[in-house]
């Protein structure tokens, strides 16, 4: 098939999988002391540094970020609310590990238990909730997985509520990612809850186990795990001038560096790096010329915005082409994917999206459509000029 390409107004959207790092005018990123660690901008869901990603891992009390978003989906669906006052069964009191101190045969609001998941890292708590929303932590375990599977998180499963050591529970640290940029997008209530520093609960001071909120301001979350078997992990975020960066590390030595590892890959994400939204959605890049169509012309553009990452102070360097068959063919519905759009630095790819048709375009009467098809057999006879 013959194609038609220029060069268009900068716009793009995501490649998964291309690190911005490999690029010569960017230093190299900081060695970690980790097993497994990540680095995103959760704008674009752009690789910035990475390391054994996707690498299946034990993810200790990293696994209550699910147990929470399982949660905000109940929410948000209307099955439970947060004032609703949670029973607290003997397994729940009983938990092994970190605990919120709930106990036997009270009820506790839903509101309090996940902030004793998020804040005090509860087992105790992420039982109950798990127990209350799934009727058991088995069927809540079921549920944790099918979100897994929506979220496209594949090499993630999760056999209980808690992160406590299971053969077969696993996640990457690329998944956490996706997980957490979900949790941020889709539940920010849920989220708020990560940036508190301190609970009070039955008269204990409860303080949050992600120190990181307090040695940097912009750090408004996420998570700590720690086992025996997973070593010291970490999901943090945070947001400096509309960037938000997304870091993962696990298996680190301790809980000074699982902290000093995670602010390394944050402080150089922002220092190396800048994301612009470069068009929004339904921003036309082309009006391109369409045959068999009541009009004359379709309007082309991006069915979701171009969010774009790439080092910092680049910006005018990066290039953006469109590529579009050299004959389009009505009817179109609005939505069709008809061409490409790709952008580049220094030639090499950094983000390549579907362009759309914006509008729909009818199919004309029978004398246009004849019309079409003798201007477009000469033409192609004769070529086009």
């Known amino acids: 098939m013959k194609f038609r ?35 995103v901008d959760a704008g674009s869901n752009q690789v910035l540094v990475e390391h054994e990603a996707h690498t299946q891992l034990p993810p ?20 439970v609310k947060l004032t609703d006052s949670v029973p607290v069964s003997v397994h729940a009191w009983q938990a092994e590990g970190s605990r919120m101190f709930i106990r036997e045969g009270t009820e506790v609001p839903l509101s309090d238990l996940l902030r004793g998941i998020i804040i005090q890292s509860g087992n105790d708590a992420s039982i109950a909730v798990a127990e209350y929303i799934g009727g058991s932590e088995d069927a809540f375990a079921n549920m944790m997985n099918q979100q897994a599977e929506k979220l496209g998180l594949k090499d993630s499963y999760f ?20 997980l957490s940029r979900a949790l941020i997008n889709n539940h920010p209530t849920m989220y708020a809850m990560y940036a508190e520093r301190t609970f009070r609960f039955n008269n204990i001071d409860q303080t949050n186990r992600n120190r990181l909120l307090w040695r940097d301001r912009s750090v408004d979350g996420i998570k700590t795990g720690h086992t025996e078997e997973a070593g010291f992990c970490l999901v943090a975020s945070a947001i400096r001038d509309n960037m938000r960066l ?13 902290m000093d590892e995670s602010q390394k890959l944050i402080a150089y994400g922002f220092r190396h790096f800048e994301t612009r939204e470069l068009y929004g959605a ?14 004359d012309t379709v309007d082309l553009g991006l069915a979701t915005p171009a969010v774009v990452t790439f080092p910092r102070g680049r910006y005018g ?28 630095l220094d030639d090499k790819p950094l983000y390549e999206a579907p362009l759309v048709t914006l509008k729909p375009v009818a199919q004309a009467g029978v004398f246009s459509r004849m019309s079409d098809f003798i201007y477009l057999f000469f033409r192609e006879l004769f070529g086009d000029d």
């Not at 200790?60 to 099955?79: F, N, Q, W």
């Not at 997304?246 to 809980?255: F, L, N, P, Q, R």
């Not at 036309?284 to 009009?295: A, I, M, P, R, S």
């Not at 990066?318 to 580049?344: D, F, H, N």
């Open 282 to 295: 339904g921003v036309v890049l082309k009006q391109n010329e369409v045959f068999y169509g009541d009009e």
């Open 60 to 79: 200790a009390s990293l696994t209550k970020i699910m147990t929470t978003y399982v949660a905000g989906e109940a929410i948000d669906a209307g099955h």
């Open 317 to 344: 360097d990066l290039k953006a082409e469109l590529e579009v068959p050299k004959i389009l063919e009505a009817p179109y519905e609005s939505g069709v994917e008809v061409g490409r759009l790709r952008l580049t």
């Open 246 to 258: 997304i870091s993962v590390v696990m298996g680190t030595k301790d809980d000074n560096a699982r």
């Open 5 to 39: 390409t220029g060069i268009a107004p900068l716009a793009a959207a995501l490649i998964c999988g291309i690190t911005l790092t490999a690029r010569a005018d960017v230093p190299p990123p900081p060695d970690i002391a980790a097993s497994s660690y990540l680095l």
């Open 159 to 178: 056999i209980n509520a808690t992160g406590l050591p299971a053969e077969g529970h696993h996640t990457t640290a690329w998944d956490l990612a996706q």
